[in-house]
């Protein structure tokens, strides 16, 4: 723990779950929640249903169920964890949490490792159609829960362990997809594997490898094209945006946001929606194209204040405060003050399961700093932001506190 000054204010921010590994612990948290409901087919006005009724059994007292339907959202957005007296309601509805199946014997047993299975490839091939050919619905559950297991470890940065993990995943899924014949099953591997696909994309950009990620987002775009899921397609294409702005490609970046809200925004979740048109407006940003991009962002949030519990992206963490964050980092961008003041109220408030995006508003704040030539707290702020990125392993915002540093050469930084 360390105590830093910003513009007169004290604040706390806690770094220790930037600095190890992830330990996954057996207490329901908002992935593992939102698994649980995904498996039952559940909204989750049904768990909030579903804790009442527990809570009565029990003889404890709860908020009414707008307000549970609310702290569930919260939980699944990374906004809290469920305290204690939730936990109890949590294991009298949905049991105990089960253990993480990226650990469970079940998931190992639907890797495809063909090192240790044969070899010869005519051995390798008859494995792997005997495991494809194998799958039942419960195997597919397993590997939609091991994808947001993994959604979850991305979050904490490019730990070596993490983007192993990733990498055999994402493996084990396509030999399975190419294996299968069966139709229903193909659909399942084809929406987990672009899911999969995504996630691997915006973590190698974030090493850097910008190669990778597009390869990894064209992956992710016809694996979720074969499974008829639009909101992916949607999804993985503009997330290609973020690539050709990290070559340096605006308008190319600009335009193929605008092309994918064109063709989808009507046809998606408004969460979805609102996610689009913030990629529109840092498209916009990152082109100098000030109007747009805040005609992006109120956009953005108009359609973001109409979502609902049904409009569910397991892709998107995306709340008032995770937008706040994506409108100061445009604003940023642009030289306006108004970022800062967006930037200094996520960072507060921001989860602590949020590294790699919490090193994102420090590299953001840093930059809003030093626009406003306010040399002094952008020190400050650098010397944190190159703490957490460093932490998680963010080439892409290292090098941009390389380049930020340029800008006041005569001053000490660290």
């Not at 992710?220 to 050709?244: D, G, H, P």
Request: charged share 25%.
């Amino acid at each position: 723990m360390f105590v830093e000054t910003f513009r007169g204010c004290t604040s706390e921010t806690n770094l220790s779950c930037y600095e190890g590994n992830v330990h996954m612990q057996n207490r329901w948290d908002g992935p593992s929640i939102r698994s649980a409901r995904y498996a039952r087919g559940w909204s989750q006005k049904i768990l909030a249903l579903k804790l009442k009724a527990s809570c009565k059994d029990l003889g404890m007292e709860i908020p009414e169920l707008t307000s549970v339907v609310m702290t569930i959202s919260n939980w699944e957005n990374g906004r809290n964890n469920p305290s204690d007296e939730y936990q109890m309601l949590l294991i009298a509805a949905l049991g105990e949490r089960p253990i993480p199946v990226l650990e469970s014997k079940a998931y190992k047993k639907l890797l495809v490792l063909p090192d240790v299975e044969s070899s010869t490839t005519a051995g390798r091939l008859q494995a792997e159609l005997e495991l494809a050919f194998s799958l039942e619905s419960r195997d597919l559950e397993q590997l939609v829960s091991a994808t947001e297991e993994l959604r979850l470890l991305d979050r904490h940065g490019n730990m070596p362990k993490t983007i192993a993990t990733m990498e055999r995943h994402i493996n084990s899924l396509e030999r399975l997809f190419n294996a299968s014949v069966e139709p229903l099953a193909r659909l399942s591997l084809a929406g987990t594997l672009a899911d999969a696909e995504a996630i691997a994309g915006w973590a190698a950009l974030d090493r850097g490898l910008a190669l990778d990620s597009w390869n990894h987002l064209g992956a992710a775009m016809n694996a979720a094209l074969f499974a008829e899921n639009r909101s992916l397609v949607a999804f993985a294409s503009a997330q290609r945006a973020y690539v050709l702005i990290d070559l340096r490609q605006f308008n190319r970046a600009q335009n193929l946001v605008a092309d994918v809200l064109q063709k989808y925004r009507r046809n998606v979740p408004s969460e979805l929606a609102a996610w689009l048109y913030g990629a529109q407006a840092e498209a916009a940003a990152a082109n100098g194209n000030v109007d747009l991009c805040k005609e992006s962002l109120d956009l953005g949030r108009a359609r973001l204040s109409h979502r609902s519990s049904s409009d569910e992206c397991p892709y998107v963490v995306l709340d008032e405060l995770h937008f706040e964050r994506w409108a100061g980092s445009c604003l940023s961008k642009l030289g306006d003050r108004e970022a800062i003041y967006s930037l200094e109220r996520v960072r507060d408030e921001m989860h602590p399961d949020f590294a790699r995006a919490l090193g994102g508003v420090l590299v953001d704040l840093t930059q809003a700093y030093v626009v406003q030539d306010e040399i002094d707290a952008a020190a400050r702020v650098f010397s944190s932001a190159c703490h957490v990125t460093g932490g998680v392993g963010s080439i892409r915002q290292i090098n941009r506190l390389r380049e930020l540093r340029k800008e006041w050469p005569s001053h000490q930084i660290l």
